[in-house]
């Protein structure tokens, strides 16, 4: 088989939200957003839903439907983007909570599904989604007159503990929210570990639970291994891959491995990343072309039949660093391609 293996454990998975949990003062959400990371929301959610996760984050109404068939009705689902044209069915027919950023969205909300949950998404810096403060105290009497569930922020650089933006942001969300007895949120995973300061009514962890950066000390969730379609050994001189980028300083032994950029290995990849085995670390050669790359195991005493891309020495944040990105770009882009394999499923 060419395809390369994604295993996904879904014990450590649940391991770390509970991780999360206990370090939340209030209660603890999950974001299962971009089909859980990358990592398959069909298994993801059903696996946090049974560790005792009954509140769920995620990006649109469309995912919000898909989210209801899969958890069931007891669940509370929220919609970072709020109450969209053309979103009201979703919204009423898989009982959807939008998480409102706009006067526009507040209007739409209350002539179309007024008599639906929703929250309030409010911005306190980041400038990327929510009332601004200004906005928020024109209709704060009229909106909290219709009960919203939830009044949240986003930290924009939680996972820079000593950055003033943190505290700044803290101290925007209490001015706006003060004495409003409606449940609070205003940290994902990075808020979370800032302390309980931050953490108010509701935590919604998200990367963490994947086993990525800002958390530390996390399990963890994903290993990749890939098939060698070929080895050959070549002389010194000679050069592997498009563009005649690498050349043999000595006689060396290559591995074409079968994964590329189709499956989310960016190029970038190309002189920065090791594959394994067992714990032999092995570099790219070459360009990382489509759906093939060149790895030089000249160093190991067997022709390997597959080599590790994530295991226990290479974690999704080094690889990621490795390509200059980070690892929810990473997870996110891992293409449909990959054998998905789940480790602790609950049938």
Not at 38 to 63: C, D, H, M, S
Not at 159 to 187: G, W
Not at 317 to 334: C, N, Q, V
Request: aromatic letters at 8%.
């Amino acid at each position: 088989m060419a395809t390369a293996t994604a295993t996904i454990d879904l014990n450590a998975l649940r391991q770390n939200w509970q991780k999360l949990r206990r370090l939340s003062s209030g209660d603890t959400a999950a974001v299962v957003k971009a089909n859980a990371y990358g990592l398959g929301v069909k298994q993801v959610a059903p696996a946090l839903y049974n560790e005792g996760a009954r509140i769920f984050f995620i990006a649109t109404a469309e995912e919000g439907a898909e989210l209801r068939s899969i958890v069931g009705k007891i669940p509370d689902i929220y919609i970072f983007s709020g109450h969209m044209n053309g979103d009201t069915d979703l919204i009423k027919n898989y009982s959807l909570i939008p998480l409102i950023n706009s006067i526009e969205q507040l209007s739409r909300h209350c002539e179309l599904s007024k008599e639906q949950k929703f929250g309030i998404q409010l911005d306190t810096g980041m400038n990327r989604l929510g009332m601004e403060p200004m906005e928020w105290e024109t209709v704060k009497e009229l909106t909290l007159s219709l009960n919203p569930v939830l009044i949240m922020s986003h930290l924009a650089c939680a996972d820079e503990p000593r950055h003033e933006m943190n505290a700044m942001q803290l101290q925007n969300f209490r001015r706006l929210t003060n004495k409003i007895n409606v449940k609070k949120s205003l940290s994902a995973t990075g808020g979370i570990l800032l302390g309980p300061e931050y953490h108010f009514d509701l935590t919604r962890p998200g990367i963490g639970i994947y086993g990525c950066s800002p958390m530390q000390d996390c399990f963890s969730v994903l290993k990749i291994e890939i098939p060698v379609i070929q080895i050959r050994e070549i002389g010194r001189g000679e050069t592997v891959g498009y563009g005649n980028t690498w050349t043999a300083p000595s006689k060396r032994k290559i591995a074409t491995i079968s994964a590329g950029y189709a499956d989310g290995l960016f190029r970038l990849l190309s002189t920065n990343t090791r594959l394994y085995f067992q714990d032999i670390g092995c570099p790219i050669v070459g360009r990382i072309s489509m759906d093939l790359i060149g790895v030089d195991i000249t160093s190991l005493d067997v022709e390997p039949e597959k080599l590790e891309l994530i295991n226990s020495q290479q974690t999704i944040d080094k690889i990621a660093g490795g390509a200059k990105t980070i690892g929810y770009e990473f997870l996110t882009s891992l293409g449909n391609r990959y054998h998905r394999n789940y480790k602790g499923l609950i049938e």
